[in-house]
Nanobody, 115 residues
Framework: QVQLVESGGGLVQPGGSLRLSCAAS????????MGWFRQAPGKQRELVAE???????NYQDSVKGRFTISRDSAKNTVYLQMNSLKPEDTAIYYC?????????WGQGTQVTVSS
């Protein structure tokens, strides 16, 4: 079983920045992908960004150029730097980790972008 602990959410004004962190522990197998999803009220959970072993990254089109995902594989930690935040970025952000044995989720952290 993999435990994911997130931090870094909060309230920020439009145009501001936040940095999310997620630390994974307890995995007996290599974590192949770590990433972030988000879910706004009344909407489905969607991929924001993911980091794949070997260095590849994927981003949702709406965050390209504003968000940057990075990963410290030695620490099993993934970060999401969010710049130029918009009200439509408001959501609960969930950390996600995938290995050969499963797909694991953090408890979620609220990001609110509002003036």
């Amino acid at each position: 079983q993999v435990q994911l602990v997130e931090s870094g959410g909060g309230l920020v004004q439009p145009g501001g920045s936040l940095r999310l962190s997620c630390a994974a522990s307890g995995s007996r197998f290599v974590i192949n992908i770590m990433g972030w999803f988000r879910q706004a009220p009344g909407k489905q959970r969607e991929l924001v960004a993911e980091s794949i072993n070997g260095g590849n990254t994927n981003y949702q089109d709406s965050v390209k150029g504003r968000f940057t995902i990075s990963r410290d594989s030695a620490k099993n930690t993934v970060y999401l730097q969010m710049n130029s935040l918009k009200p439509e970025d408001t959501a609960i952000y969930y950390c996600n980790a995938r290995s050969v044995v499963g797909n694991f989720w953090g408890q979620g952290t609220q990001v609110t972008v509002s003036s």
